[in-house]
């Protein structure tokens, strides 16, 4: 369920030497690329950016137990991250607050959306009625699975009482009521596959590598993250409620090891979008034949997504800039719109960058197998031996 595309993901082109071909053509291509910024053969390279949200803030302590605050370990933890992401140059990030002040939910969506940033993500603890619950969880936007996901959104999306003129800045939304977290799945579906990747990335550094108990990447709404443009997440660190959780989660060694792993996260992830997005631009692999190079075929079948609506669209090349063919793939009450397909993902990187040329920026690639959705990173691992 996609809306039309709002944001454009960063994308780098390699260059390679071209085999087969004389020396002079690869020479054409790589001034093309320099000197025509613009052509299909050419993305301006760009600092990948993230933007560190630390929940709460000011008078919105949010959780509180065994004498620590919420807001504290948020901006703890924030800033760790953001003190170990400077020492990356290929990544820029921001905070929504670097220290103990109040910003309404829809402000920090805001920062986050002015800067046109790559990764949006939100950083809280957790805590219940009762002292037994333990471990960390990611969560992403969509429709609660269970009455503690909901649970837990309302929470967290109570903070708007304490904003003035909330009613009216939020279109009613009542945080209290769960009608009013109906149509939270068609929210930020756009971006859905993405997060749902950094998600699991944070989850399973925290358990494969700290050892933490494992609540999984689940869904719920959480208005913070309705208001993105981006791929965006929100991390509940560990329970406050919990004692021993709290210790941890108090600890100056307990913060930097869920900074660490945070960090680690965002870069995996824009290492996997590194690799799944940069293409070896030529002519000789532009007119390979489809499934002729035997070393690029995969069982999974590849796509490019170039928008999604609520309108019934024929497939026609006249409504979609040219491109040809054009498969609608309806999915809940939206319909998906496809250009071509292809068992070799160099071919279809090229189709990417065609679509992205044609106007399409907020384009991207989707696989199937047996008529299922999977993961670009699950695709890659079917490779035709």
Do not use: W
């Not at 996901?149 to 929470?155: D, F, V």
């Not at 689940?218 to 993250?225: D, E, H, P, S, T």
Request: with cysteine.
């Amino acid at each position: 369920m996609i809306r039309l595309q709002k944001s454009e993901f960063k994308q780098t082109t390699i260059f390679r030497p071209v085999t087969g071909f004389k020396p002079i053509l690869s020479l054409i291509i790589v001034l093309f690329a320099i000197f025509i910024p613009n052509n299909t053969f050419s993305q301006q390279l760009k600092p990948f950016k993230v933007v560190l949200d630390a929940g709460h803030g000011g008078k919105d302590s949010g959780a509180y137990s065994f004498g620590l605050m919420e807001k504290e370990v948020a901006l703890n933890v924030s800033l760790l991250v953001g003190k170990m992401l400077e020492k990356r140059k290929d990544i820029n990030f921001l905070y929504t607050r670097k220290t103990d002040v109040f910003i309404g939910l829809r402000e920090r969506a805001t920062i986050a959306n002015k800067a046109k940033a790559d990764l949006f993500i939100s950083i809280h603890a957790n805590a219940v009625g009762n002292s037994r619950p333990y471990g960390t969880e990611t969560f992403v936007l969509g429709l609660h699975r269970n009455q503690d996901n909901l649970e837990i959104a309302m929470r967290e999306n109570q903070v708007i009482e304490l904003e003035e003129n909330y009613e009216e800045k939020y279109d009613g939304f009542d945080p209290k009521s769960p009608e009013s977290y109906i149509g939270f799945s068609l929210m930020q579906e756009e971006y859905l596959d993405q997060s749902i990747l950094l998600a699991s990335q944070i989850q399973d550094n925290f358990t494969n590598k700290l050892k933490r108990n494992n609540r999984g990447v689940k869904q719920a709404g959480f208005l913070v993250l309705r208001e993105t443009y981006m791929p965006s997440v929100l991390v509940e660190l560990g329970f406050l409620t919990n004692k021993k959780e709290n210790l941890f989660l108090k600890s100056k060694k307990g913060q930097e090891q869920l900074a660490q792993q945070i960090c680690d996260a965002i870069i995996a992830y824009k290492n996997t979008l590194d690799k799944n997005s940069s293409t070896n631009v030529s002519f000789a692999e532009s007119d390979i034949p489809k499934n002729e190079n035997i070393d690029d075929l995969y069982k999974a079948t590849f796509h490019v997504q170039i928008a999604a609506s609520k309108n019934k669209l024929k497939e026609s090349p006249s409504n979609f800039k040219g491109l040809d063919p054009i498969k609608r793939v309806k999915v809940g009450d939206l319909f998906k719109y496809y250009y071509s397909e292809s068992n070799s993902h160099k071919e279809i990187q090229n189709k990417l960058l065609e679509a992205k040329a044609r106007g399409f920026k907020g384009a991207f690639i989707v696989a199937y197998l047996n008529n299922q959705k999977i993961s670009i990173q699950e695709a890659l691992e079917t490779q035709v031996k």
